[in-house]
């Protein structure tokens, strides 16, 4: 398996853009979550999603951000407009929850994002 | 919702020495508390993690402990070496829902 994808690996762009963040999920995993991660802040969970459907989004900061997961093996984080404070890494992680399973999450190897 | 405090922020320890990382967390509810380790620029990876009706856990040279009746857990690296140099990320879940809240994080550099 190739684990969690995410694309670009890395994305600069100016303030007032349109970022669209990708991921691709370990396939048959059911939950699949966004994470952004700052010196200031650590790791937060922006969003997350179980067999497609968001169940948690009180992460996402503002209506700037919003999170799409239109099949079970794609999920798109989009930023409009960005700013700089939105410079961050974020992460994608997938997770398949079954009876005595661990929930182990698996991380993406994130997407580092520049906004100027 | 769950709070995870996380401590210390930084740990520096000699090579061969043993290396402490506590965590608390609030919601008595959570039963699981996975550990991951986060290398210089790459993503967070799980090394160990323990569930609530299992009080300690190990796996060669690292090891979890957990009191839930005073809601903290900890990890112990014993025999560092340089390659445990990293940043360490305590967490804790109620399981069903998946949800990890994560610690700050401790930065641990192992030196020679």
């Known amino acids: 398996d190739a684990g969690v994808i995410q694309s670009p690996r890395h994305e600069v762009t100016e303030m007032g853009q349109e970022v669209t963040l990708r991921c691709k999920p370990i396939?048959?995993?059911?939950?699949l979550f966004w994470y952004r991660q700052t010196m200031m802040r650590g790791l937060e969970l922006l969003i997350y999603?179980?067999?497609?459907?968001?169940?948690?989004d009180s992460g996402m900061p503002e209506d700037r951000f919003s999170a799409k997961m239109p099949n079970a093996s794609f999920s798109t984080l989009k930023i409009q407009p960005s700013e700089p404070r939105d410079s961050a890494v974020y992460f994608c992680?997938?997770?398949?929850?079954?009876?005595?399973?661990?929930?182990?999450?698996?991380f993406g190897p994130g997407t580092r994002l520049t906004v100027l | 919702g769950e709070n995870v405090e996380q401590h210390p922020s930084t740990l520096s320890v000699q090579e061969g020495d043993s290396a402490v990382i506590k965590c608390t967390y609030s919601d008595s509810a959570s039963n699981y508390f996975p550990w991951y380790k986060q290398e210089l620029g790459k993503r967070p990876q799980l090394i160990i993690d323990?569930?609530?009706?299992?009080g300690e856990k190990k796996d060669q040279r690292i090891a979890v402990t957990l009191n839930k009746t005073a809601k903290h857990f900890s990890l112990h690296i014993t025999e560092t070496q340089p390659e445990d140099s990293a940043v360490y990320f305590c967490a804790a879940s109620t399981g069903t829902a998946s949800k990890l809240t994560f610690g700050t994080g401790t930065r641990l550099q192992v030196t020679l």
């Open positions: 323990i569930r609530s009706n299992v």
């Open positions: 992680a997938s997770s398949l929850l079954w009876v005595k399973s661990t929930d182990t999450q698996y």
């Open positions: 999603f179980n067999n497609n459907v968001p169940i948690d």
């Open positions: 396939s048959g995993h059911d939950y």
